[in-house]
């Protein structure tokens, strides 16, 4: 079992109830989605190489058990936006589809707005959605506009609630002119934008995205992190990302859960994240000429030289003594001091359980 | 249920379920109107083998001294072969066993799983649509057809014999929709269903009486004591699907026998909805634990 920083989120929820006590106070609400003890285990047969080992294969299959997910524990409370970190093939999907009534667990429980996802009661499919990536749940030959009908139907939205969600959603994401377009016309950004209004038409309390900014430009990733900032914000609604790309998760989530080998590594804030796991800042100088390698070898830290840019690596303890140091030096023109990137640490996090986990098989 | 758990669900009551079939029919209809071109060409290639069958008979016809043949004229074999047509568009799913053997390996399926929506209603509904719009494309030319053999066909029959031919066709329709679902369900079993599916379209072809009418069989021993080939297949279901509401209309098949056989087609119906819904949970229930 690998180390586990929980965050205690119900402790969470009712220290900030208790810091508004009034007559606003909320009470503690349970939390929408609670998982205990949740593993996945996949029976996959092996293809061994070569004709004959194939023909044997026939009478003979050989089999393996692979856990996707093991023992996973988590609480989501109302209104949270959590992002899930993994490296592929760490489970993220596979909770992701456990979690919206896809796939039926081995062992261990989940609900999700006290349901149990994975009885698919109508009432409970009702309330939630899921959006994966390039699957599409748009008709490919037809508008967007009538795949939101049949929407309206079958989650049977009062058709002036529709009318109204459907404007807004359209508005905010700028794609109401797409709408009467046949969807096969449309480029990715656009197909995922109108998926995410499909997906939101009836008002789901908790959302599940697996990568939905996958493959898209730079200006329609930032069209959809407003969008569902937006949106999640003025429903108080919980939702759940995964995906592989940092800017999602700076831009959205408050709370990062890291799955590793189908394990959480980390749950907890974003801030905490880059507190606990960094021990350096990266502190970057403009110097008036290319430095000398003397001059640099003098600074006294690990650091790389990019012409008259110097980018130096200096410990979070020595920061406040080492810059005034630095900055005495003459030359300096402007300096930098920056965290390590997120992309940085949560590699480093996924690199170092790799290595745990290959030390175990090493050492049984 | 959108606003919260407590909520009515607003649209709910008896009418509900069937104003998202009404609301699928409709967006099924639209979409196969995409395709129009396609169905209009389609149409008019079915009418191809039907040639070659009229001349293979014409030929066989003219070499036998016999005016029929198991009881067959020639003109009788023509009207039947065109008969067959008809039922065929009516019973014949083109795609929908591999469609949805096609949707549960591409993992499109899952749609269904998540939205509450039920998936054979649904495949229920575009089939409605899909065979609507065929019948607008063909209904031209199959009326040209018709008009053009009319020589070939017996008087017009009894209303209580085209009220018959109107429930075979009917019936046929949804047996020939529950075979092929429950076929294409296999899919969730097997990683590729198109040998089955090839294999199912053969002994279909044969004993469906598309291939030639399957009274022919009647001579023929089946190895049970006291039963001919023909006296097996008529308990199959495939008969239904080509051969059954064209031999009702010829007057093969009257009276007490064909309320009997009427109700094995229903019967055959009912047994096949049920196997497409428990091969769906089945199906759904092994798709969750496998993986999804």
Not at chain 1, 65 to 80: H, K
Not at chain 1, 270 to 278: G, K, M, N
Not at chain 2, 73 to 97: K, Q
Request: glycine share 8%; charged share 20%; proline share 5%.
């Amino acid at each position: 079992m690998a180390a586990v920083f929980t965050y205690t989120h119900q402790m969470h929820n009712a220290a900030v109830a208790v810091g508004k006590a009034g007559p606003l106070t909320q009470p503690v609400t349970q939390p929408v989605i609670q998982v205990a003890g949740l593993a996945k285990e996949y029976r996959v047969f092996d293809k061994p190489e070569g004709l004959s080992a194939s023909v044997r294969a026939l009478f003979h299959r050989q089999s393996r058990l692979v856990e996707a997910v093991r023992g996973v524990d988590l609480e989501v409370g109302r209104g949270e936006f959590v992002a899930l970190l993994g490296p592929n093939g760490a489970g993220k999907t596979t909770l992701l589809k456990i979690l919206s009534g896809i796939i039926t667990p081995t062992r261990g429980a989940a609900t999700v707005l006290g349901h149990v996802p994975w009885e698919r009661a109508d009432d409970f499919r009702r309330r939630f959605a899921l959006v994966m990536g390039q699957r599409n749940q748009l008709w490919w030959d037809l508008p967007a506009a009538e795949s939101f009908r049949l929407h309206q139907e079958i989650y049977r939205i009062e058709p002036t609630r529709f009318a109204r969600t459907r404007d807004e959603l359209v508005d905010l994401l700028g794609v109401r002119k797409l709408i009467l377009q046949p969807v096969r016309e449309l480029s990715l950004g656009e197909r995922m934008k109108l998926e995410l209004v499909a997906s939101l038409l009836h008002e789901p309390e908790v959302l599940f995205l697996d990568e939905p900014t996958i493959g898209l430009d730079v200006v329609a990733q930032h069209t959809i992190h407003a969008f569902l900032r937006h949106v999640q914000e003025e429903r108080r609604m919980t939702v759940i990302l995964t995906t592989h790309y940092m800017k999602d998760v700076a831009a959205l989530c408050k709370r990062l859960v890291v799955i590793t080998g189908g394990e959480i590594l980390y749950d907890g804030s974003l801030a905490e994240i880059v507190d606990r796991f960094t021990t350096h800042k990266i502190v970057t100088l403009d110097l008036d000429a290319e430095p000398d390698p003397a001059r640099i070898a003098r600074l006294g830290f690990p650091c790389e030289v990019r012409g008259p840019r110097v980018v130096l690596r200096i410990d979070r303890t020595r920061i406040a003594d080492a810059l005034p140091e630095l900055l005495r030096d003459a030359g300096v023109l402007d300096v930098s001091v920056e965290d390590v990137p997120l992309e940085e640490i949560v590699a480093e996090l996924f690199r170092s359980a790799a290595r745990r986990s290959q030390a175990e098989e090493a050492t049984p | 249920m959108s606003v919260g758990p407590d909520a009515p669900a607003p649209g709910a009551g008896p009418f509900a379920g069937l104003r998202i079939w009404w609301t699928m029919l409709v967006i099924s209809i639209e979409e196969r109107l995409v395709y129009r071109g396609d169905f209009a060409l389609g149409t008019l290639m079915r009418f191809l083998p039907i040639v070659t069958q009229v001349f293979l008979w014409t030929a066989v016809f003219s070499a036998t001294s016999r005016g029929d043949i198991a009881g067959y004229s020639r003109n009788d074999i023509v009207a039947y072969y065109l008969l067959t047509m008809l039922s065929r568009a009516f019973s014949s799913m083109p795609g929908l066993a591999t469609g949805i053997a096609r949707s549960i390996r591409d993992g499109s399926i899952k749609k269904f799983l998540v939205q509450p929506v039920d998936y054979v209603s649904f495949l229920f509904a575009s089939r409605i649509a899909h065979k609507l719009v065929y019948y607008v494309v063909a209904a031209a030319p199959f009326a040209l057809v018709f008009f053009v053999c009319r020589s070939f066909f017996p008087p017009l029959p009894d209303a209580m014999t085209v009220a018959a031919f109107g429930a075979a066709l009917g019936l046929s329709f949804l047996l020939g929709f529950f075979l092929e679902a429950t076929l294409g369900m296999l899919g969730f079993w097997f990683l590729e269903i198109s040998s089955l599916v090839f294999g199912y379209m053969l002994v279909q072809y044969l004993l469906s009486g598309h291939m030639f009418p399957i009274d022919m069989l009647a001579g023929i021993p089946s190895g049970i004591p006291g039963t001919s080939l023909a006296d097996v297949v008529s308990w199959l279901p495939f008969q239904f699907t080509a051969y059954f509401p064209a031999a009702v209309w010829l007057g093969k098949i009257q009276g007490a026998e064909l309320g009997r056989m009427l109700l094995v087609e229903a019967g055959w119906v009912v047994v096949l909805a049920i196997g497409c819904r428990f091969a769906w949970r089945r199906g759904t229930r092994r798709y969750s634990a496998f993986g999804g």
